[in-house]
């Protein structure tokens, strides 16, 4: 709580301080009440290969609905719920919500490439995550290949003092991939890029915005591009939003790409038909289709 100055002082600052930290409060409660009455959701935003046009992956992006006001973004509920210490289940949540529907694709012949899901430091460092991510994905029967987990770098640097890489090397040995999310925004140097670590590098927006006007990004991909390349680990540009971006990134030879310019994030339902209608099917799903039609 704001402290109280003498006399009853009007201060502008402390009123705009006092109002800032009533709202974190109010969230803070609403995220409580949300986790409880199941309110967070999963959209679904596919990867694709520019060559081939085929699905490289799919990211689980969390959705939460408040009730008053609206869809409240993830940039914004998420600090909040970090330092409430709520993270750790809602990206368990997510985790469930997002492996489920992956494995309904999976089971549909639906092809998707991956699932990749988000996760940050705090639930990495949950003591049984690996027991619970594994469970999950049993539970769900999706095979730990079919999943990939997006970690930002200052997450892996952290490694050593918090075992978190021993964690995710034992998670890795069982099929899961793991990937660098918001590459180049971080503190780690090329030298933390290990491909007996780390499958895919996602190039952070900030470069791949502009790609084609700006030379400094188009140089900076080029270069990430080239070096994941060398070590035989996959690229990915996320946020690509124009036709101009994808021909710049096509080539710089950046052949996966993610960003409203392929497909918004969508709900579950719209995300299926999305993949469905890319989907080259099994024969014995072509006569279920066929019924169903
Ligand atoms: P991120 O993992 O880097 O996810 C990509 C973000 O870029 C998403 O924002 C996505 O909607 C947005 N995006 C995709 N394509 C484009 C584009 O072409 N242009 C622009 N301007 N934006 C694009 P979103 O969903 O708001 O998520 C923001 C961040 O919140 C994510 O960044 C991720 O760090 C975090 N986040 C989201 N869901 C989860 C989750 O389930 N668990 C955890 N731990 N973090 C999450
Ligand atoms: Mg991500
Ligand atoms: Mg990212
Ligand atoms: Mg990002």
């Given amino acids: 709580a704001a402290k109280k100055h003498g006399g009853g002082t009007f201060s502008f600052f402390s009123e705009e301080l006092r109002r800032e930290l009533e709202h974190r409060k109010q969230l803070e409660r609403d995220i409580a009440a949300a986790i ?22 799919v990211e689980a992006l969390v959705r939460w609905h408040h009730p008053e006001r609206g869809m409240i973004s993830p940039g914004e509920f998420i600090p909040i719920a970090e330092k409430a210490g709520d993270m750790p289940r809602i990206g368990r949540i997510v985790m469930r919500k997002a492996i489920q529907e992956a494995a309904s694709w999976y089971r549909t012949g639906i092809q998707f490439g991956r699932l990749a ?8 460092r949950e003591p049984d995550f ?9 539970d769900a029967g999706l095979p730990p290949q079919k999943l990939s987990l997006e970690i930002v770098e200052s997450v892996i640097l952290d490694d050593e003092k918090t075992g978190i890489a021993s964690k995710l090397r ?6 899961v991939h793991l990937e660098l999310d918001d590459f180049g925004t971080g503190y ?5 890029v290990n491909p007996n670590e780390i499958d895919r590098l996602k190039i952070d927006r900030r470069f791949v915005q502009n790609i084609n006007l700006n030379d400094d990004n188009s140089k900076i991909v080029r270069a990430i591009t080239e070096l994941a ?3 035989g680990i996959s690229i990915i540009a996320e946020g690509a939003e124009t036709e101009e971006e994808l021909s710049s990134l096509l080539s710089i030879g950046c052949d996966q790409v993610q960003g409203y310019s392929i497909a918004f994030p969508m ?5 299926r038909e999305w993949l469905e209608a890319r ?3 099994r024969p014995v799903l072509t006569l279920v289709d066929g019924a169903r039609a």
């Fill in 130 to 138: 690996t027991r619970f991510l594994f469970a999950m994905l049993e």
């Fill in 229 to 231: 390349r060398g070590l």
């Fill in 188 to 192: 780690a140097s090329l030298t933390h």
């Fill in 170 to 175: 034992m998670i890795r040995a069982a099929g």
């Fill in 279 to 281: 989907s080259p099917r």
């Fill in 36 to 57: 409880a009455h199941d309110a967070f959701s999963v959209y679904f935003q596919p990867q694709v290969s520019l060559t081939n046009g085929s699905i490289a992956g």
């Fill in 267 to 271: 709900p579950d339902t719209q995300a």
């Fill in 117 to 124: 899901v988000n996760v940050s430091g705090t639930e990495l």
